[in-house]
């Protein structure tokens, strides 16, 4: 298992984050894991928000082994005592899970905490026990329903204010990465840019080349 610092080095590094569902509909979870990871995604996150626990250690497994092989993070949504289970690199919450520090206490030192930021306000607020942020949704998407898009606007404020590393996420794709990278972001997280690409390897390819 990686140490901290390496697990630090991973999170700075990475340019592409990838959050998934564990793909039951097109059933091909461990290729689609080994091609967006071989195709230079460095963080991938499971996140099915209906599913239970059992659910959750069976697909984690998958993930897990993935990362592995291709020496990523892999990050479980909002269940601290999942990505403990499964030894996963770490857990990202929303502003109204989980707090960070109490995250920090049930997965230790060495562990990746990520927080959802919405506004500069959250930003501001972030507690220090998380070791990244995001901020979004920067454009309008259907993983966050009812949120109202923050624009572009959040990035600036980010680049400026943030420093602690930090993705820009929502709606997100090859269509407007030179935007969202042109107002000051060098990492984003993605979902359907890549989950619903006819060629997930290429897909990611194509956002990384900006």
Same mark, same amino acid.
């Given at each position: 298992?990686?140490?901290?610092?390496?697990?630090?080095?991973?999170?700075?590094?990475?340019? /592409?984050?990838? #959050?998934?569902?564990?793909?039951?509909?097109?059933?091909?979870?461990?290729?689609? /894991?080994?091609?967006?990871?071989?195709?230079?995604? *460095?963080? #991938?996150?499971?996140?099915?928000?209906?599913?239970?626990?059992?659910? +959750?250690?069976?697909?984690?497994?998958?993930?897990?082994?993935?990362?592995?092989?291709?020496?990523?993070?892999?990050?479980?949504?909002?269940?601290?005592?999942?990505?403990?289970? +499964?030894?996963?690199?770490?857990?990202?919450?929303?502003?109204?899970?989980?707090?960070?520090?109490?995250?920090? $206490?049930? /997965?230790?030192?060495?562990?990746?905490?990520?927080?959802?930021? =919405?506004?500069?306000?959250?930003?501001? =607020?972030?507690?220090?026990?998380?070791?990244?942020?995001?901020? *979004?949704?920067?454009?309008?998407?259907?993983?966050?329903?009812?949120?109202?898009?923050? *624009? /572009?606007? +959040?990035?600036?404020?980010?680049?400026?204010?943030?420093? $602690?590393?930090?993705?820009?996420?929502?709606?997100?794709?090859?269509? =407007?990465?030179?935007?969202?990278?042109?107002?000051?972001?060098?990492?984003?997280?993605? #979902?359907?840019?890549?989950?619903?690409?006819?060629?997930?390897?290429?897909?990611?390819?194509?956002?990384?080349? #900006?």
């Amino acid at each position: 298992m990686d140490s901290r610092e390496a697990r630090l080095a991973k999170l700075r590094d990475t340019k /592409l984050y990838v #959050v998934t569902d564990a793909r039951r509909e097109q059933g091909d979870l461990p290729e689609f /894991l080994d091609a967006i990871l071989g195709a230079g995604v *460095g963080i #991938v996150q499971l996140r099915e928000k209906q599913a239970d626990a059992a659910e +959750l250690l069976s697909w984690g497994a998958t993930f897990r082994a993935a990362c592995d092989r291709h020496d990523a993070l892999f990050i479980v949504d909002d269940r601290p005592d999942v990505a403990l289970a +499964l030894g996963a690199d770490g857990v990202h919450v929303g502003q109204q899970d989980v707090p960070a520090s109490i995250c920090r $206490r049930i /997965l230790g030192s060495e562990a990746i905490i990520g927080l959802t930021c =919405n506004s500069p306000e959250d930003h501001a =607020n972030a507690l220090p026990e998380a070791d990244y942020l995001t901020a *979004g949704p920067i454009f309008a998407t259907p993983t966050k329903p009812g949120r109202t898009p923050v *624009g /572009l606007d +959040l990035v600036r404020s980010a680049a400026e204010h943030v420093s $602690r590393p930090w993705f820009a996420i929502g709606g997100i794709d090859s269509t =407007n990465i030179a935007d969202v990278r042109a107002a000051g972001a060098t990492q984003i997280a993605v #979902v359907r840019a890549v989950t619903d690409a006819t060629d997930p390897a290429k897909a990611v390819a194509e956002l990384l080349e #900006v």
